[in-house]
């Protein structure tokens, strides 16, 4: 079955600095690929997706690369802000399962 | 448009009590779905449905059953609450699948 593996926190930077959170897949086919994030208390929202190899999502200075060839979707910024702190899920839609599988998690805390 | 509505936002229940958990989506999405978050797990699929009528089991669906009488609404049921269904439940909806999907703000049960 499909599987998401992606870095688990707490990461700590300070205010500025750049961020980079792996994530790597297993999946048949070519699934979709999806960064969400999780603020305090809320429910998951959609930060940015992929659906083809190379395409790079971008949204609010975050990106990231599909990368066919070693089943990654890393997340990066150039300068992170306070109030980038929480919690970011990589995920996977399609490749085989029903619904999105998800990693679990990676708790980002940014300090001034 | 209201988006995914999910009620309650918290519930306690006493183990072997029942509870339906209410979601509803005013996008005239067809594909809605249950998921649940526990600590270090990330999000694990319980229920899925593609359809009115049409509903099927995701990757932890015991103790839970879904029906979907209209495109709208998707209930999730606990016929005989136990302590290990202590979680947050989140609902979430999409056009077709696979298509991103939006969620809902969650519920917290807690079963003692």
């Known amino acids: 079955g499909n599987s998401v593996t992606q870095m688990e926190g707490p990461v700590t930077l300070s205010e500025e600095a750049f961020l980079t959170i792996n994530c790597t897949y297993t999946a048949t086919g070519y699934p979709s690929l999806f960064w969400y994030v999780q603020y305090p208390g809320e429910g998951l929202q959609l930060l940015l997706k992929?659906?083809?190899?190379?395409d790079k999502g971008s949204n609010k200075g975050f990106e990231a690369t599909y990368r066919k060839e070693t089943t990654s979707f890393h997340l990066e910024k150039g300068s992170v802000q306070v109030s980038d702190s929480a919690v970011y899920f990589c995920?996977?839609?399609?490749?085989?399962?029903?619904?999105?599988?998800f990693g679990k998690g990676t708790h980002l805390i940014i300090q001034p | 448009n209201a988006g995914v509505t999910q009620t309650p936002k918290f519930q306690v229940l006493k183990t072997g009590q029942s509870m339906t958990l209410q979601c509803a989506q005013d996008m005239n999405h067809e594909y809605m779905s249950w998921y649940r978050q526990d600590p270090g797990m990330g999000l694990r699929l319980i229920h899925y449905?593609?359809?009115?009528?049409?509903?099927d089991q995701g990757e932890v669906p015991n103790g839970y059953n879904v029906s979907r009488s209209t495109t709208e609404d998707f209930p999730l049921r606990l016929l005989s609450a136990a302590p290990s269904q202590t979680s947050v439940y989140f609902c979430a909806s999409c056009r077709d699948y696979p298509n991103e999907q939006f969620f809902g703000p969650g519920t917290r049960l807690t079963v003692l």
């Open positions: 992929a659906t083809k190899a190379d």
């Open positions: 449905s593609v359809g009115a009528g049409i509903t």
């Open positions: 995920a996977i839609l399609g490749g085989g399962a029903d619904g999105l599988t």
